[in-house]
């Protein structure tokens, strides 16, 4: 009995162990059939008398530096490429092999289409731990191609409404030897053409991504019209760090300037440093706001915002040297008739009279002076802060609103 059961269990696993066998055997035959095919030529597209249909596909994992300075951003992501080779089609033995992964390399020994990036400046693979790139065959011949890149992308930036400005950076594709006539691209038709990573997408440094569009960038060219596929990724920048850096402060600093209104005249010292450091403070502030943009020749919304604020310290600083001035000059003489001397000599007591009379006037003369100094500072008390709260009315609605119809525009607007 016990060996009867020994060679029912021998019996039993060598049938497996052949059937692995001939599974492997049948695999390899596959692979070696389809690497040694006769007449088969890399450098010929798939086929010669009717345009290869190219789908493009982008997953985007992440986003990296978005660079005003150099107008560039860098992005990582995958490219799929999905076309139909009839001369790879094969029969499959098993259902299990209607889709083969083809092993490292082969992408060398088939041909593959010539797709380049119009708009990279720098791009690389992925080979930690393996090299990241797939190649699967279908028995009918459909090849997908996949491959993980980061690559830095030049983004035209229009910053009119910098920090309030919503960006599009492309992502451009196009073949470089093959005109339309020999091969086109068409986006991914099973699933989403291109896809971002939700998690990714929300952490950005300073932008959020609000949506993406797809269009046609063909061109004609001097040898013929090549395919060209582009992809929009609209980033509206984040005012958080703007309020806090730029606009929070120069709010404050601008408010302090008014603080001379309060000051009383004769103080000098006090509203001169006060007027002396709003300026100062603005124009150091102006300065490091723009450091990191480009030195274009259009005007900002930071520009506009950093050049009024420091046109109202300045004008603060200007109103203390027009109220100092008031407030010693005396006011217009008016003409009258001179009194007709007595001939009779007056007593000395009418003469002391007389020196009481000039000192009196002359002190009615700078109260009168002070007086219209101090109306001066109670006007601009009030101009002052009203015409600040309109300019920011005018401001805000201005670049905030026209931002906000942009995000709506972008997040509705994506064809294919």
């Not at 040694?36 to 994992?61: E, F, M, W």
């Not at 992308?153 to 093959?178: A, W």
């Not at 300045?314 to 007595?342: C, D, G, H, Q, W």
Request: proline share 6%.
């Amino acid at each position: 009995m016990d060996l009867a059961f020994g060679v029912a269990c021998f019996i039993h696993i060598f049938f497996i162990l052949f059937q692995m066998a001939e599974l492997k055997t049948k695999s390899k035959s596959i692979q070696e059939t389809l690497l040694n095919l006769k007449n088969y030529h890399k450098q010929d597209p798939p086929s010669a008398d009717s345009t290869t249909i190219v789908q493009l596909g982008i997953r985007v994992n992440s986003f990296y530096s978005i660079s005003e300075g150099t107008m560039d951003y860098m992005v990582s992501f995958y490219l799929r490429q999905k076309w139909n080779d009839p001369r790879l089609a094969y029969k499959s033995p098993s259902p299990r092999y209607d889709v083969i992964k083809l092993g490292h390399g082969t992408w060398t020994q088939i041909w593959l289409p010539d797709t380049f990036f119009r708009n990279e400046k720098k791009a690389n693979f992925h080979d930690v731990t393996v090299e990241n790139r797939m190649l699967r065959l279908n028995c009918n011949g459909t090849v997908w191609y996949v491959m993980k890149i980061s690559a830095t992308f030049s983004c035209p930036m229009l910053l009119q409404n910098y920090p309030l400005d919503t960006q599009e950076c492309p992502i451009t594709i196009e073949s470089f030897g093959y005109t339309s006539d020999t091969m086109s691209f068409s986006w991914w038709q099973e699933e989403q053409d291109v896809a971002v990573d939700p998690g990714q997408a929300k952490q950005l440094p300073q932008f959020t991504l609000i949506g993406h569009r797809t269009k046609d960038c063909s061109q004609n060219y001097t040898a013929g019209t090549f395919p060209c596929k582009e992809v929009l990724f609209f980033l509206r920048r984040d005012i958080g760090f703007f309020l806090i850096q730029v606009y929070v402060p120069s709010i404050l600093i601008v408010i302090l300037s008014w603080v001379s209104f309060w000051i009383n005249i004769e103080s000098s010292p006090a509203r001169v440093s006060i007027g002396l450091l709003t300026v100062l403070t603005t124009t150091t502030m102006s300065a490091g706001a723009r450091a990191s943009l480009p030195r274009v020749s259009y005007i900002k919304a930071i520009d506009v915002w950093m050049i009024i604020c420091l046109i109202f310290v300045f004008t603060s600083l200007i109103e203390y040297a027009i109220v100092n001035v008031m407030s010693r000059k005396p006011p217009p003489k008016k003409k009258a008739t001179p009194p007709a001397v007595p001939a009779v000599p007056q007593p000395e007591v009418e003469k002391k009279d007389l020196c009481k009379c000039i000192k009196d006037s002359k002190k009615s003369t700078e109260t009168d002076g002070k007086k219209r100094a101090q109306n001066i500072d109670k006007l601009s008390r009030q101009c002052f802060p009203l015409a600040f709260i309109l300019f920011n009315i005018i401001y805000w609605t201005a670049y905030a609103i026209p931002a906000q119809w942009a995000h709506s525009s972008a997040t509705e607007e994506k064809t294919t």
